[in-house]
């Protein structure tokens, strides 16, 4: 009985799938490094995430590619004659991306501590920026209370009782004024619970950003060193078997 030997036409599908596959990975990386802006953390980390989350693209060309190279063998681990510089140079393009793979862990996890630090900082300055606001509508609110009763006592149109009224107001105003301790004491509480609620908003963004930053460090850390084994377990292993 005559032994069955695989199509010409599979080895051949698996090696063009498997190099374009390749291929387009490497355009991608490439289309997004020429418009590089590495001053910039939003890039570097959509870069590092990005090239992360598509690393399983190129193992997959390379298996596509071994495949083909096994097949087209007849099941033997060495090529034919004509691929042996297609298996040397994809072995040689997978430790290449398991030292990229490994380099693009300590740039995300770096970045993203950087940038977190950044962005807590910005919650921080939002919120002293806010307290002064608080301190200033105070004073303002002040203001206009006892320029609105002034107006009121000089037009002469008030009621007795409410002229009285008002100009007791107006002497508690003025006190307030001059006096900064006694503006403290008066307006204290009611800032406070308005501060209270900033700062409670602030801690949860803060703990947002802190979660999220330890998410993406681990899921890119770990992504990223698991791609950098797997290719560079490919191609030492491969250059070892061949040189």
Do not use: C
Not at 34 to 55: C, H, M, N, P
Not at 66 to 79: Q, R, T, V, Y
Not at 115 to 122: F, T
Not at 213 to 237: D, M, P, Q, V, Y
């Amino acid at each position: 009985m005559k032994a069955r030997t695989s199509s010409p036409l599979a080895p051949f599908v698996l090696k063009v799938v498997g190099g374009l596959t390749l291929l387009l990975y490497l355009m991608d990386i490439i289309t997004l490094l020429i418009g590089a802006k590495f001053q910039e953390y939003s890039w570097i980390l959509d870069f590092t995430t990005r090239t992360v989350d598509r690393g399983f693209i190129p193992l997959l060309g390379m298996a596509l590619l071994f495949a083909g190279f096994w097949l087209e063998g007849n099941g033997d681990d060495s090529p034919a004659t004509g691929s042996k510089g297609l298996k040397l140079t994809t072995l040689l393009l997978a430790s290449l991306l398991g030292l990229f793979f490994l380099a693009l862990v300590p740039l995300h996890v770096s970045t993203t501590q950087v940038a977190q630090a950044e962005e807590l900082e910005r919650i921080n300055n939002r919120v002293k920026q806010v307290e002064s606001q608080l301190n200033a509508q105070v004073q303002q609110q002040l203001d206009a209370q006892l320029g609105a009763i002034e107006q009121a006592i000089s037009t002469g149109q008030l009621p007795e009782e409410q002229l009285k009224q008002a100009k007791a107001q107006q002497e508690k105003l003025k006190k307030l004024k001059a006096d900064p301790k006694a503006l403290e004491a008066e307006i204290a509480p009611q800032r406070e619970k308005e501060l209270e609620k900033i700062r409670d908003d602030q801690r949860k963004a803060e703990g947002q950003i802190k979660e999220n930053a330890l998410k993406s460090g681990l899921r890119i850390g770990l992504g990223g060193i698991l791609l950098a084994i797997s290719s560079a377990a490919i191609g030492w292993t491969g250059l070892r078997r061949i040189l």
